[in-house]
């Protein structure tokens, strides 16, 4: 069974970076097919799509937060990871790391994270 | 930009009632809509991908229907453990993976 396991800081300070890194078992990160992804959900909203990442270096991200956003994939520690660079209390949100399953005619997000939250505040 | 609606923004249902959510895009997706759950607390769920294709593992009174701007989520007789938001997404626009705002189904 794929397990997902976020890890990273709980609080930053306005300005500060944010590093998250997602940790796979049960299977292999370099898997043909399998994009690697990061949503978060601020308090009480709905779910934001920040990037997905396939392990031989393709990225998408969103466009609102290119910006401010590297990732990358670590095939020999089969872990993911996000920074998100210039912190704001607006950034504060539960992040979760999740497979972003890609075939012919469907891609979607089948395993998720248990969540990381993440707050910024001074 | 795509845009994502869903209708209504909530609902309140008894349990073994037919539930409908429908969702909207602004412009066509094709069959590219997934449909999640997710309950207080937790982590969201995949229920139907592609428009209309069951996840392995959730139950059958799930369905999913629609293509092109307009698709829907039916739940067929509501379980108590049915009760939660539930959140289509787009995938056929790649550089934005947009989900809507989310339905809440409570209890009436």
Same mark, same amino acid.
């Given at each position: 069974?794929?397990?997902?396991?976020?890890?990273?800081?709980?609080?930053? &300070?306005?300005?500060?970076?944010?590093?998250?890194?997602? =940790?796979?078992?049960?299977?292999? $990160?370099?898997?043909?097919?399998?994009?690697?992804?990061?949503?978060?959900?601020?308090?009480?909203?709905?779910?934001?799509?920040?990037?997905?990442?396939?392990?031989?270096?393709? =990225?998408?991200?969103?466009?609102?937060?290119?910006?401010?956003?590297?990732?990358?994939?670590?095939?020999?520690?089969?872990?993911?990871?996000?920074?998100?660079?210039?912190?704001?209390?607006?950034?504060?949100?539960?992040?979760?790391?999740?497979?972003?399953?890609?075939?012919?005619?469907?891609?979607?997000?089948?395993?998720?994270?248990?969540?990381?939250?993440? =707050?910024?505040?001074? | 930009? $795509?845009?994502?609606?869903?209708?209504?923004?909530?609902?309140?249902?008894?349990?073994?009632?037919?539930?409908?959510?429908?969702?909207?895009?602004?412009?066509?997706?094709?069959?590219?809509?997934?449909?999640?759950?997710? &309950?207080?607390?937790?982590?969201?769920?995949?229920?139907?991908?592609?428009?209309?294709?069951?996840?392995?593992?959730?139950?059958?009174?799930?369905?999913?229907?629609?293509?092109?701007?307009?698709?829907?989520?039916? $739940? =067929?007789?509501?379980?108590?453990?049915?009760?939660?938001?539930?959140?289509?997404?787009?995938?056929?626009?790649?550089?934005?993976?947009?989900?809507?705002?989310?339905? &809440?189904?409570?209890? &009436?």
């Amino acid at each position: 069974q794929l397990q997902l396991q976020e890890s990273g800081p709980g609080m930053l &300070k306005p300005s500060e970076t944010l590093s998250l890194t997602c =940790t796979v078992s049960g299977g292999s $990160i370099s898997r043909n097919g399998y994009y690697w992804g990061w949503i978060r959900q601020p308090p009480g909203k709905g779910l934001e799509w920040i990037g997905s990442a396939y392990y031989s270096g393709s =990225t998408y991200y969103n466009p609102s937060l290119k910006s401010r956003i590297t990732t990358s994939v670590d095939t020999s520690k089969n872990q993911f990871s996000l920074n998100l660079n210039s912190m704001t209390a607006a950034d504060t949100a539960v992040y979760y790391c999740a497979r972003h399953r890609w075939g012919d005619g469907y891609n979607d997000f089948d395993y998720w994270g248990q969540g990381a939250q993440v =707050t910024v505040s001074s | 930009d $795509i845009q994502m609606t869903q209708s209504p923004s909530s609902l309140s249902a008894s349990v073994g009632d037919r539930v409908t959510i429908t969702c909207r895009a602004s412009q066509s997706i094709r069959s590219y809509l997934n449909w999640y759950q997710q &309950k207080p607390g937790k982590v969201p769920k995949l229920l139907i991908y592609a428009a209309s294709y069951l996840q392995s593992g959730v139950p059958s009174r799930f369905s999913g229907s629609g293509s092109g701007t307009d698709f829907t989520l039916t $739940i =067929t007789r509501l379980q108590p453990e049915d009760f939660a938001t539930y959140y289509c997404q787009q995938s056929y626009f790649t550089d934005r993976f947009t989900f809507g705002p989310g339905t &809440k189904v409570d209890v &009436k």
